[in-house]
């Protein structure tokens, strides 16, 4: 249908997010960048996997050998013509073209919330990165019970859990009861994504997994991958990892 092909094909949505690289995303991606080179060594073949419009992988390529990679033609088009020294290449995620144990890091950021086959798009992810090379995944973690606190006191509404107030109580009960289940049994959990409405962009309106970082923890171990850490915030939540804003996974393939 030609709506749900607005967020991969629709020139109108590539404007939008790439008119946004130069403002806020771009602090968001300094932070991304700072907490990748804790753990890949500089000069290391580095698979930037949903790459968007290639910001993240031009601020990679300062240390990296970067080869980006998206699903979305309009935006590796943009990429290639922004930032020509990089090499882009479209994949589908799922069934990526490279050989195996072809980089020593295959990292996203941003991504992951937007795939609805996970444990497929993970295998492949493991399948090309070398042996002690590492996996690592940034995404927010819309089910910590402080996103909807904070939305509930800014009185700020979010498209993904709630408009109004009522909405964000709904999702702080919600995110309560599925953090302690992932806690006990860890288990995917999905949504259905606003991909009708062609007004809205941002704030993970078209996530389809809500990521967690037990999943992907879990995920990992039973593939024999040492977990390093599960959480890409500060010391503040490294004993209470769910609670963190954002999760960030880094997995090393042994």
């Given at each position: 249908m030609k709506k749900e092909k607005f967020h991969y094909e629709d020139q109108r949505y590539v404007d939008k997010i790439t008119t946004g690289q130069e403002k806020g995303l771009k602090k968001y991606l300094v932070n991304y960048v700072d907490f990748v080179?804790?753990?890949?060594?500089?000069?290391?073949r580095y698979l930037d996997l949903g790459c968007g419009a290639g910001?993240?992988?031009?601020?990679?390529?300062?240390?990296?050998?970067?080869?980006?990679?998206?699903?979305?033609?309009?935006?590796?088009?943009?990429?290639?013509?922004?930032?020509?020294?990089?090499?882009?290449k479209r994949e589908d995620a799922r069934n990526l073209s490279?050989?195996?144990?072809?980089?020593?890091?295959?990292?996203?950021?941003?991504?992951?919330?937007h795939i609805n086959d996970v444990d497929r798009v993970l295998n492949e992810m493991l399948r090309v990165t070398?042996?002690?090379?590492?996996?690592?995944?940034?995404?927010?973690?819309?089910?910590?019970?402080?996103?909807?606190?904070?939305?509930?006191?800014?009185?700020?509404?979010?498209?993904?859990?709630?408009?109004?107030?009522?909405?964000?109580?709904?999702?702080?009960?919600?995110?309560?009861?599925?953090?302690?289940?992932?806690?006990?049994?860890?288990?995917?959990?999905?949504?259905?994504?606003?991909?009708?409405?062609?007004?809205?962009?941002?704030?993970?309106?078209?996530?389809?997994?809500?990521?967690?970082?037990?999943d992907l923890k879990r995920f990992f171990e039973k593939k024999g991958c040492k977990v390093i850490k599960i959480n890409a915030d500060t010391f503040t939540y490294s004993s209470i990892p769910f609670l963190a804003p954002w999760l960030g996974v880094v997995a090393k393939k042994v």
């Open positions: 080179r804790k753990y890949v060594k500089p000069g290391a910001l993240s992988s031009n601020m990679l390529s300062k240390y990296y050998d970067v080869t980006g990679s998206d699903y979305s033609k309009p935006v590796l088009d943009y990429a290639r013509k922004h930032f020509k020294k990089i090499e882009f490279f050989k195996d144990n072809s980089f020593d890091a295959v990292c996203a950021c941003g991504f992951i919330e070398k042996k002690n090379g590492f996996v690592i995944l940034v995404s927010p973690n819309w089910f910590t019970p402080l996103r909807a606190i904070r939305a509930f006191i800014n009185n700020k509404g979010y498209e993904t859990i709630g408009r109004n107030r009522i909405q964000i109580i709904g999702w702080f009960f919600k995110s309560v009861y599925y953090t302690i289940q992932k806690l006990i049994n860890p288990t995917y959990v999905f949504r259905n994504p606003d991909i009708f409405n062609e007004k809205l962009v941002g704030n993970d309106i078209d996530m389809v997994y809500i990521a967690n970082q037990y």
